[in-house]
């Protein structure tokens, strides 16, 4: 099976403007979750995906915004970007919701806002 | 709340030899699972190994082990003879049962750095 995929893997861009992020999940794997990672901050918990639906939502603002394709595909957008907004963006799949089933990690898409 | 502690910033080991490293959790809900996670410095997190809250046995596999005390909420990785290629970030998580907040939370990690 193909693992996580995440693209694009580097991006770069300026304060104010918005970006997306792609994720796929493995196949067959109906939960995606998305994670920020900054060297002070860790792994902070962005939001989970399910079956289309959202059904968890950490301490982000509201420009960071996400949703859930019929392919369990999932998008993260963050609008007018700041500059503590550069991080490590993980994307991760499981195949639902069971507190016993582990997380697969993409590779990461690391942006850079100038 | 932090639900997920880990202790030491940074660790070092010599080569060959055994470490452990700490996690402690808090939670209320019977039913959760703990998982441990290898970030090396390629950004990649890597799944080294799942313990279940109702596990009566700690989990091993290969090289790595779980010590799992459940009285005390620890969840401490041990990592036998290690070698150059385990240095790396390493991060304990837990999931929390089937409810509407049960997203995976992390600890703040540890750093490993093994000596030849």
């Known amino acids: 099976k193909a693992g996580v995929t995440q693209t694009p893997r580097y991006l770069i861009k300026t304060r104010g403007q918005q970006v997306t992020l792609s994720c796929s999940p493995i196949?067959?794997?109906?939960?995606v979750s998305w994670y920020q990672q900054t060297p002070g901050q860790g792994l902070q918990f962005l939001f989970e995906?399910?079956?289309?639906?959202?059904?968890n939502k950490g301490n982000f603002p509201g420009r960071f915004s996400g949703r859930q394709f019929s392919n369990s595909r999932s998008e993260m957008n963050v609008s007018t970007l700041e500059l503590g907004d550069s991080a490590l963006y993980l994307c991760?799949?499981?195949?639902?919701?069971?507190?016993?089933?582990?997380?697969?990690f993409g590779p990461g898409t690391r942006l850079t806002v100038l | 709340a932090q639900k997920i502690t880990q202790t030491q910033p940074g660790m070092f080991v010599q080569e060959k030899e055994a470490v452990t490293l700490d996690c402690t959790y808090d939670?209320?809900?019977?039913?959760?699972?703990l998982f441990w996670y290898k970030q090396p410095s390629s950004g990649e997190m890597i799944f080294l190994i799942y313990?279940?809250?109702?596990?009566?046995q700690n989990a091993t596999e290969g090289r790595y082990s779980l010590n799992f005390q459940k009285a005390r909420k620890s969840a401490n990785l041990v990592i036998s003879a290690s070698q150059l290629g385990d240095s790396a970030m390493y991060f304990c998580?837990?999931?929390?049962?089937?409810?509407?907040?049960?997203?995976?939370?992390f600890g703040a990690g540890t750093r490993l750095t093994v000596k030849p």
């Open positions: 991760a799949s499981s195949p639902d919701l069971a507190p016993n089933n582990e997380q697969f």
């Open positions: 196949s067959g794997h109906r939960s």
């Open positions: 995906y399910f079956s289309e639906t959202q059904r």
């Open positions: 939670t209320s809900d019977p039913s959760y699972g």
């Open positions: 313990q279940g809250s109702y596990d009566q």
């Open positions: 998580a837990m999931r929390e049962g089937w409810g509407n907040n049960n997203d995976m939370r």
